[in-house]
T-cell receptor, first 112, second 114 residues
Framework: EAQVTQNPRYLITVTGKKLTVTCSQNMNHEYMSWYRQDPGLGLRQIYYSMNVEVTDKGDVPEGYKVSRKEKRNFPLILESPSPNQTSLYFC???????????FGQGTRLTVV | GQQLNQSPQSMFIQEGEDVSMNCTSSSIFNTWLWYKQDPGEGPVLLIALYKAGELTSNGRLTAQFGITRKDSFLNISASIPSDVGIYFCAGRLMVGAGSYQLTFGKGTKLSVIP
C-alpha cells in the first residue's frame, strides 16, 4: 500500500530536549516536505526536499532541521524544542513536479 | 510568503445541498490544489488544476482555476454526511530553478446536517 508513515503519532517532551520525528514514504517520490498545522493559521511549510541531499527552507524553518540522506526518509529534527513548537506536524511526498499528493497521518507534538 | 484568502471559514448545510467555497490571492499561482482533511488524518488531495481557466471534476466535486490565476473555487454537489471535514486550497508558485513554494489557505470547515 502506497503511504507516508510518520512516527511517533503523539509526543510530549520537555523544553530543550532534542527530538526527531521520522517520515518515510514507499512510493519512490523525489519530493518530500514538512508542515505544521496550527489553529487559525492553517498549514505552513517548514522545509522541503526536491531530492536526496537537496533541501530548502519553507515559510517557517526557524528552530527546525531536516536531512535527506535517502530518497525514502525525511526526518524532522528539533534540536532544542520550545513550547511555541507545540503543533500538529505533517510530512508529505509527491513525484517530482507534481505537488503534494500524499500526506502522512500527522504527529501531534506537545512541548512543556 | 504568499497569502491565500479562503472563504467561507465554516459552513453548515443540509444534506443534499450544493456547496461552494473559494480561494483568492493577490499573487499569481502556477497550480491550484484542493485538499480535504478528516479529523485525526492528514489532508487528502482532491483535485489539482494546472492551467488558467481549467475546470476539473472528481465525482461530485468540481474545481476551477481562475482566468487571472489568482483564484480558484471548489463546488460540491448534492452533499452527503461524509463530506464533513476541512477543505483546503493551496497555490503553487515556482520560486527558482527547480524550486517552488506551496501556500495553503486556512481552510473551510464543512458541516452537513442530515
Amino acid at each position: 500500500e502506497a503511504q507516508v508513515t510518520q512516527n511517533p503519532r503523539y509526543l510530549i517532551t520537555v523544553t530543550g530536549k532534542k527530538l526527531t520525528v521520522t517520515c518515510s514514504q514507499n512510493m519512490n517520490h523525489e519530493y518530500m516536505s514538512w508542515y505544521r498545522q496550527d489553529p487559525g493559521l492553517g498549514l505552513r511549510q517548514i522545509y522541503y526536499s526536491m531530492n536526496v541531499e537537496v533541501t530548502d527552507k519553507g515559510d517557517v524553518p526557524e528552530g527546525y532541521k531536516v536531512s535527506r540522506k535517502e530518497k525514502r526518509n525525511f526526518p524532522l529534527i528539533l534540536e532544542s524544542p520550545s513550547p511555541n513548537q507545540t503543533s500538529l506536524y505533517f510530512c508529505a511526498s509527491s513525484p517530482y513536479r507534481i505537488t503534494e499528493a500524499f500526506f502522512g497521518q500527522g504527529t501531534r507534538l506537545t512541548v512543556v | 510568503g504568499q497569502q491565500l484568502n479562503q472563504s467561507p471559514q465554516s459552513m453548515f448545510i443540509q444534506e443534499g445541498e450544493d456547496v461552494s467555497m473559494n480561494c483568492t490571492s493577490s499573487s499569481i499561482f502556477n497550480t491550484w490544489l484542493w485538499y480535504k482533511q478528516d479529523p485525526g488524518e492528514g489532508p487528502v488531495l482532491l483535485i489539482a488544476l494546472y492551467k488558467a481557466g481549467e475546470l476539473t471534476s472528481n465525482g461530485r466535486l468540481t474545481a476551477q482555476f481562475g482566468i487571472t490565476r489568482k483564484d480558484s473555487f471548489l463546488n460540491i454537489s448534492a452533499s452527503i454526511p461524509s463530506d464533513v471535514g476541512i477543505y483546503f486550497c493551496a497555490g503553487r508558485l515556482m520560486v527558482g530553478a527547480g524550486s517552488y513554494q506551496l501556500t495553503f489557505g486556512k481552510g473551510t470547515k464543512l458541516s452537513v446536517i442530515p
